[in-house]
């Protein structure tokens, strides 16, 4: 868990204590839902720290395919250069 997603967990549980619905694992926000019971600077706080967690979650994705990329690159290259040789 990182750190962004360690705090948004923390918030999630002193803001709802595990009371508010969910759906597709997001909190509900609709109408009379507990988040638009939520002061509206809790609310911003609580939605920029959602956007910090996904951000964070893309540039892991990022890193992971440009780990990948890297190596198929070195891969390509190494069979380049044993095919010089031959």
Request: glycine share 6%.
């Amino acid at each position: 868990m990182t750190d962004a997603s360690e705090r948004f967990a923390e918030l999630e549980e002193k803001l709802f204590a595990g009371r508010a619905a969910r759906v597709d694992g997001k909190i509900e926000r609709g109408h009379g839902s507990l988040f638009r019971r939520l002061p509206e600077d809790e609310q911003r706080r609580y939605l920029a720290l959602e956007a910090e967690v996904a951000a964070e979650a893309k540039v892991a994705l990022a890193r992971t395919a440009l780990t990948l990329a890297e190596n198929a690159l070195a891969a390509a290259e190494s069979k380049c250069a044993a095919l010089k040789g031959e």
